[in-house]
């Protein structure tokens, strides 16, 4: 399996992986640590792993099995966690319900 894949298969059953890179030199391991804790909760069952990986030059980029879902750089900012959340939830159980993270937002809002 190539490096940064991630994926795979336990017990007869496929996992999935996130890595969470994180820039050293801007202190951002404790975001990237809460963000990993909040996927581990809602996806407890879907997730076999979640990495968190140390980069430099302002990183700070979410993958799923390879995939890119977030990039600070070039996305303009931290990923949303509630958009962040439905995108790994569209690819790894998407006949999941998030909840309220879920909903849209009304037209009075």
Request: glycine fraction near 12%.
């Amino acid at each position: 399996m190539a490096e940064g894949c991630g994926g795979g298969v336990v017990n007869g059953e496929p996992f999935h992986r996130v890595e969470i890179e994180y820039c050293t030199q801007c202190r951002w391991l404790l975001r990237a640590a809460w963000i990993a804790q909040e996927l581990l909760t809602t996806f407890q069952d879907q997730l076999g792993e979640v990495a968190l990986r140390p980069g430099q030059g302002g990183a700070f980029r979410v993958r799923l099995n390879g995939e890119r879902l977030s990039d600070r750089a070039t996305d303009g900012g931290f990923p949303d966690l509630p958009l962040l959340k439905q995108k790994i939830r569209d690819r790894v159980a998407p006949e999941r319900d998030l909840g309220h993270s879920d909903r849209k937002p009304t037209a009075g809002a």
